[in-house]
């Protein structure tokens, strides 16, 4: 079982800036892939930003320039600096990760486990 504890969302007026943070926990044996999804009311899930293993990362081009994803591999913890927010950013934000775990007395496994949501709201 591996555990996503996300902080950070909150209102926020256009323009300004929210960093959300996710940390994963359990028999996490290697992660290969963090990323942050966003749900708006009415809309499907979507990809916000995704960071791979090796650093690589990819955005959606609705953010590209102004959010930013980080990760503290020694945590296992993943950061998204949203900047110059809009309101079209207003979502719950969800974070994602996907890796694999080697419980004691059993193999390697891959998992993929979602945090439980946190809000956004960019308005004024």
């Known amino acids: 079982q591996v555990q996503l504890v996300e902080s950070g969302g909150g209102l926020v007026q256009p323009g300004g800036s929210l960093r959300l943070s996710c940390a994963a926990s359990?028999?996490?044996?290697?992660?290969?892939?963090m990323g942050w999804y966003r749900q708006a009311p009415g809309k499907q899930r979507e990809l916000v930003a995704v960071?791979?293993?090796?650093?690589?990362?990819n955005y959606a081009d609705s953010v590209k320039g102004r959010f930013s994803i980080s990760r503290d591999n020694a945590k296992n913890t993943v950061f998204l600096q949203m900047n110059s927010l809009k309101p079209e950013d207003t979502a719950v934000y969800y974070c994602n990760v996907r890796g694999s775990v080697r419980p004691v007395g059993h193999p390697e496994a891959p998992f993929s486990s979602w945090g439980q949501g946190t809000q956004v709201t960019v308005s004024s």
């Open positions: 359990g028999n996490i044996f290697s992660i290969n892939a």
């Open positions: 960071i791979i293993s090796g650093g690589s990362t």
